[in-house]
């Protein structure tokens, strides 16, 4: 197991660390915040080390049938969307840009379903991405710091350009990620009732109050309603529940008071935020989505799509046609204008199957197995804040959220194979 263990601490430090080691690609509060050590093509180390784990899970774990059945689909599909993409008439540079942007996560979430599913328990790696998240801490403080001493005495946000080691201007996907660590200690806490695990997820929550990724308000409340509903919501654990978030949401005004922030919780300011300094003039994010629809109907391709990378960067060439920062604001317009109905139709099925995967394991698990336990139930709570997540930010194209997200989720998938293998149903739900 030394090999994958390895393997596993490399990929998900570069994946979280690399986009703020290279050079920025430019833009105010990004080449201050990105240290520069290396050149931006570095990246590329990333998705090699992916293509040999995913030759090594194949031939490694060749008696197990979901990866390859996983390979097999992603081809098809893969096939498919080059003749979209010959049929719209653009370059199969854009084509393979846009693979990059997919799937550069499968090979871990299928290394982690063949861990979990030969039991192998991922502590040790699991311990290390909670040392990356809690790293985010005194980053995202060191950062705020020297941001807002460059801006003094002129009228520019600080905000909105921490991001840790995300890399860039990444905010929201930095708050996206700690949602991981701050889901993981609030089951804790529920579980055991110790304050120390209350302490963690508040720690966790300061650099989304560094950033104001006030979307984490929001995240909160849906987990917090979810777990609720996990832990059968009894009185009890309500009241509980209702406690850690109360203390939770006075945390976010304290320490945004604390920091002269106070106006970003002011319902003028946001009410003039929205309508006319957001995005210095992009789209809303409800707007995006409908412009994501006008154009797949425009273009008269409303069930496929225009092709995979039509709406995404091409670092291979010249950027997609429909790639615009101005009028695309996360996951979800790519989506719809990369691969119309059907791509929405699959991708719902993916989560609604993940979330029942998990949520089957959950009430499997003995409760002897207490990590793996509470994985499961951080996963199923994972699944909720990516969907979430999809209508927030760029996350399904971002691999420092994708892969401990691939890694953990293909981990309980593999979990649940081991624990029906034995009652003769696997072929049945793959």
Do not use: C
Request: no cysteine.
């Amino acid at each position: 197991m030394k090999f994958q263990r390895y393997y596993i601490y490399l990929i998900i430090t570069l994946a979280l660390v690399l986009n703020w080691v290279v050079v920025s690609s430019g833009g105010f509060g990004r080449s201050s915040l990105n240290l520069g050590l290396l050149p931006k093509k570095s990246l590329i180390i990333i998705e090699l080390f992916q293509a040999l784990i995913l030759a090594y899970v194949l031939l490694k774990y060749k008696k197990l049938k979901f990866p390859l059945i996983s390979i097999v689909t992603i081809g098809l599909f893969v096939v498919f969307n080059l003749i979209v993409h010959q049929i719209n008439g653009y370059e199969v540079t854009v084509w393979v840009s846009g693979l990059r942007h997919y799937f550069s996560f499968v090979p871990i979430l299928l290394l982690g379903y063949a861990l979990g599913s030969i039991g192998y328990e991922i502590k040790s790696e699991f311990k290390l991405l909670m040392i990356l998240l809690f790293l985010q801490v005194p980053v995202s403080t060191v950062q705020y710091l020297s941001i807002k001493a460059l801006v003094k005495g002129s009228d520019v946000s600080v905000f909105d350009v921490v991001s840790g080691t995300m890399g860039g201007s990444a905010t929201n996907l930095l708050a996206t990620l700690l949602s991981i660590g701050i889901v993981y200690f609030l089951i804790l806490f529920l579980n055991k009732r110790k304050p120390k695990f209350l302490l963690g997820a508040f720690i966790l929550i300061v650099p989304t109050v560094l950033g104001s990724a006030k979307g984490m308000y929001i995240i909160l409340v849906i987990i917090s309603i979810y777990l609720m509903k996990a832990y059968k919501a009894s009185l009890k654990n309500i009241i509980l529940l209702s406690l850690v978030y109360v203390t939770i949401v006075f945390g976010f005004i304290f320490l945004y008071s604390s920091l002269e922030a106070g106006k970003t919780l002011d319902v003028e300011f946001l009410t003039k935020y929205a309508q006319e300094d957001s995005g210095r003039g992009r789209l809303s994010r409800i707007e995006s989505i409908t412009n994501a629809f006008d154009i797949i109907f425009d273009e008269q391709s409303p069930l496929f799509g225009m092709g995979i990378g039509s709406a995404n960067t091409n670092p291979l060439g010249e950027d997609a046609e429909y790639n615009d920062p101005f009028i695309i604001r996360h996951s979800i317009d790519r989506l719809i204008i990369e691969t119309g109905f059907l791509g929405l139709f699959f991708l719902t099925l993916i989560i609604g199957y993940m979330y029942m995967i998990s949520r089957r394991v959950s009430k499997q698990i003995p409760d002897y197995q207490q990590f793996n336990k509470d994985i499961t139930l951080l996963v199923s709570s994972m699944i909720i804040v990516f969907a979430i997540a999809l209508f927030w930010d760029d996350i399904l194209f971002r691999v420092q959220f994708m892969y401990p997200f691939g890694l953990l989720t293909g981990y309980v998938l593999g979990m649940y194979y081991r624990l029906t293998k034995s009652k003769n149903i696997y072929n049945q739900i793959i």
